[in-house]
Structures are given as C-alpha cells and as structure tokens.
C-alpha cells in the first residue's frame, strides 16, 4: 500500500476517535503551589540522563553529562547532592571526535550505564566524545576505581554504549555480567546485543547473519527466572520488518529473548548467541491502526513470573501533517512465550520471502532455554530460524489509551492496593510536551483514567527519564537541564468529598471523620470509616450514600 493511502487512512481513523481520547481529569501548571515539585539545577551539570536508586532506596545516583552524582533522599521535601564525580572526555578525544565531522555538544561524556555491579561498585558508561568508555564507581568514598598506578580503571565501552549520545541504547546487570542492546560502531549502523563482564565468554547478535537490522532502536531489557522458567533476557526494539515486502519500509515492534546459561557454540555460532529469538508486537487499534514504533517499556512482575505483564509506550511511524499520537499496550509474559514456543519463519534464497517453516523441529527445540549445548545442525538451523512466526497481540486485543494529539515518550508502573484489598496498576507517563500523566487502569485492567497532568518542562522538551522510589513515594524526573522530585500522591488537594472521590486515585480516600481526602497506607490500619470508588468514581453511590460503598 503506497504511503500517501496509508496516510488518508489514518487521518480518517484519527477523526473517527479522536472524541473519545481521554483527558485529564485535572492539569496541574508548572510552579503550581497545590502539587509541589522540587528541581535541582546547576548550570555546570546537563542531561540528567541515568537514574539509579541505591540497594536500600536511600539514595539516588545519577549519571549526568560529564558527571556522576549521588542525592540523598532522606529529606522529603528537598533534593540534597551529597556527592559527585566529574568524569569527562580528555581534550585530545574532543579534539579528536571533533575532527570527524562531530560537533563539539555531542563530544563529551554522556551517561549511558549506571548499574549496580555488586554491594560495593557501580558500573558507569558513557559515549566519552564517540569513544565509548566504562569505568567503576567505588561507593565507600563514591569515587572512581584507581588503578596501583592512580590511573582511573577503564574499559572499552564498546558494545556496552553507543559512539552517538542520540541513539536508543538498553542495558542491565544480571549476576556480574552485563547485557546490552545498544549500536556497535561509529557509523550508528550495527546494532548489537551482547553480554559481557562476568568470567565467562561474552556473547552477542551476529551482524552477518542479519538477526538484526541496521536501523534497530531499543526501549528496554528485562531479566526473569522462576522455577518454571530459566533465566531469561528480553529485549524490546523497533526495527524495519524484513519480513514485509510493500512500497513503504515498514517499522515493527519486537521483543527478543536470549537465555541466561547460553555460552555460544564450539564451531557454529563461536561467541554467538545460540539461543536468540525474536517475535513482533503488535499495538493495534481495530487492526486499522498501526502504533508499530516502541518508545519504552516498564513491567509489573508479581511473584508468579507467568503473570508478569509488560507494558509499553508506542508511537506511528505514519504521522499526519506532523501530529503526534500514541498509545499504551499491555503483553503477557506467557504470550510471549508462547510465540517462542511456535512456528518459526524462514527466507527463502531465491524470492527472498519469509514464510512460516513447517519442516521438522529437533528436541531440545532450537533456540530454547534447555541445559547442555545444541547440536552443530540446530546451530545452522538457529542461523536461519531466529524470527517467530507468531505475533504477539495486547492483553484482549487493543490498547489500554490511546492519544491522537501527543505521543508519549516514558512509561514507569506502580501497583497499589486500594481500600477494597484490590491491587491497581497506575502508570505514570512521560510526554513529548514536558509533561506527566498518571493513569490508573481500571475494569480489570483493560480501561484507563487519567487521574492527573502534570506539566514540568517546557513544551518542547520530552520526558526523557522517569524513575520511581515507591518507599519515598516519590518519581523522579530526569530532563535536559535539572533533576525533579515529584510526589506519588497529592490527596490534599481534593477539598470535598465529591473531588476525593471523582478523582479516582487508588492512593486516596475521603476520611469521613477529619472531612480530608488523605493518603491510603497499606501497612496502616484504620478504623475511621473512609470512602474511596476506584472503580467507577461515583460520588452519588459513596458521598450521598456511604454505606453502599467504600470501606470502614
């Protein structure tokens, strides 16, 4: 289908719902005194870009351009820098990076991985003026590693970090080793997922095989094992579908595992990945309306990983007369699985099409997170086979919101018990226009309400970085030019019962007795009787009538 049909459709499929995008139920201005917001700035420090609570929620670290920061969080009401390591490109590197045709802004050492290496030491990488570079952060004196000879301990990033600070890049630590889907090489052209650190061999994606594409963009990785499952490593990216042959190139979503035990081949696949596979997302909206571009993902993970359920912001590589829409789409754990689980897809040498394979497949199955290595003939099988056959749909088919007139660009989730015992899962979701929006979602999981906006930089700077401290009730933010602090929960400012109850936030509750909207705590018990509709926030059936709802 030519480009031009695919932008009258949307147009018409925007026109068609765009009465019923959601709103805020209440938008809250910046420097507005009723939702209190504290920033740290300093004109010497930029791009707060890494956010990485400390092992005891006690403190927030940082890693900024040229600068790794540590913020103590025991003070509610202020930000408090208690540490911080300068870190940046050596001159000679800027001048360096400059003679390649780079500008000056984008030679210096942007922070790409803060991660927890172990009790004692950070792991911190950064693009370093395109000469990707990582180092230790020794957190008894917060500090960088020295070497004996008072040399600050480097390793070559690359692979671990991208050349450019404006490619897309995913990472995390699991048990030493380090997994990364981030670009390769100078040019921003070969992507790469690898695993390093550790004591064993470092695996990664093999270019020449085409596993994949060049332009690949990555929104997030995530590690799970439980008793049914070995571990596991998911990555979620875009990429241009091979697979699809039309006029246009075609972006797909997808969501790629690798196992935990994998330690590549003897003679096939040597330092290779023998276990990576792929399958496409889809977000769709009535199968006519394609979010095929992931921003982000966030998860909630209970303690059954078979419930795990990943949530993700998407975006439409098909934008009409430069507007922006989004949507939020939801994935089981288990139905990922499951397609890794099915048919596979293979290319054919000579038409160059994919089709579903439907040859033999050998026990253990190829590419699965069985004990032991795989034979030579499963490796050159797993060559070939590394893309699923089987799409993975949203939870009952559709988006949870959808926004035709923004895009979001970060999603973190929170689950929250309300007064009923029920859990709900708010989302708190970063926009392109410098703002939040937290969102509960309700009727099961499958409808949302947009509890509040929050508007915190100017409209043309996107949230870039959200991070949640549930035990300080706090969301950081992360922007281009400072660190804010935000408050989970803001019951005070629902004055009557009839706004307590209308604003629908699971974290709060009208107080009958006090005649105060106040904050839900699940480890304290009261006996005061207290009102709260998550459900339907129906004022008639909790404040007029109290005894039909709420809890006492």
Excluded at 11 to 26: D, G, N, Q
Excluded at 48 to 65: F, I, P
Excluded at 271 to 281: E, P, S
């Amino acid at each position: 289908m030519p480009p031009w049909v695919v932008a009258q459709c949307l147009a018409l499929v925007m026109l068609t719902y765009a009465m019923a995008e959601p709103v805020p139920r209440i938008t809250f201005q910046s420097g507005d005194p009723s939702r209190s917001v504290n920033i740290f700035r300093r004109s010497d420090i930029q791009h707060y870009d890494r956010l990485l609570l400390s092992q005891d929620g006690e403190t927030l670290y940082v890693g900024a351009r040229d600068n790794i920061l540590a913020f103590s969080l025991k003070d509610p009401r202020n930000i408090l820098l208690t540490r911080e390591i300068s870190w940046a490109s050596k001159p000679d590197q800027i001048e360096n990076c400059k003679l390649k045709a780079r500008k000056q802004a984008e030679c210096l050492n942007f922070m790409r991985i803060l991660l927890h290496l172990n009790d004692t030491h950070l792991y911190a990488c950064g693009t370093n003026a395109f000469s990707p570079t990582c180092t230790y952060v020794d957190l008894n004196g917060f500090s960088l590693l020295l070497s004996h000879k008072n040399e600050t301990v480097t390793v070559d990033g690359k692979g671990q970090s991208p050349f450019d600070p404006q490619h897309t890049h995913t990472g995390i630590m699991v048990d030493g080793e380090l997994y990364t889907g981030t670009m390769n090489n100078f040019m921003g052209n070969e992507p790469i997922i690898l695993r390093s650190l550790g004591t064993r061999p470092s695996l990664k994606t093999d270019a020449s095989l085409g596993w994949l594409h060049s332009d690949t963009s990555f929104a997030g990785s995530f590690y799970i094992q439980s008793q049914d499952l070995a571990g596991r490593v998911y990555f979620f990216f875009e990429e241009t579908g091979k697979e699809f042959d039309f006029f246009d190139k075609v972006t797909v979503s997808r969501v790629a595992r690798v196992c935990k035990d994998d330690v590549g081949g003897d003679k096939v696949l040597q330092k290779k990945w023998t276990t990576f596979l792929k399958a496409q997302l889809v977000c769709n909206h009535m199968d006519n309306f394609p979010f095929n571009v992931i921003r982000h993902v966030a998860l909630v993970s209970p303690d059954n990983p078979q419930n795990t359920v990943f949530y993700g912001v998407f975006t439409s590589q098909w934008q009409v007369g430069g507007s922006s829409s989004s949507a939020v789409c939801s994935f089981r754990l288990r139905d990922i699985e499951d397609a890794f689980n099915r048919n596979y897809k293979e290319q054919n040498k000579e038409s160059y099409k994919w089709t579903r394979y439907t040859g033999a497949v050998s026990s253990p199955r190829p590419g699965s997170c069985s004990s032991g290595k795989f034979s030579d003939t499963d490796l050159n099988f797993m060559k070939d086979h590394f893309l699923m056959d089987e799409k993975v749909s949203p939870i009952d088919g559709a988006p949870l919101l959808i926004q035709q007139t923004l895009s979001y660009t970060r999603i973190a989730i929170a689950s929250v018990q309300a007064l009923s015992g029920n859990l709900y899962t708010v989302m708190y979701l970063g926009t392109d226009r410098g703002s939040v929006h937290k969102v509960v979602l309700v009727k099961g999981g499958i409808e949302s309400h947009i509890i509040e906006e929050l508007k915190l930089l100017p409209e043309s700077e996107p949230i870039e970085t959200l991070l949640l401290a549930p035990k300080k009730d706090m969301l950081y933010v992360g922007s281009r030019g400072g660190l804010l602090q935000v408050p989970l929960v803001n019951c005070s400012v629902y004055r009557t019962c009839i706004e307590c109850i209308l604003a629908r936030d699971p974290y709060c509750a009208w107080s009958v007795p006090s005649q105060e909207c106040q904050r839900i705590s699940s480890n304290q018990e009261s006996h005061d009787p207290r009102l709260q509709d998550v459900e339907e926030g129906n004022p008639n059936n909790t404040c007029l009538h109290p005894n039909m709802k709420g809890k006492r």
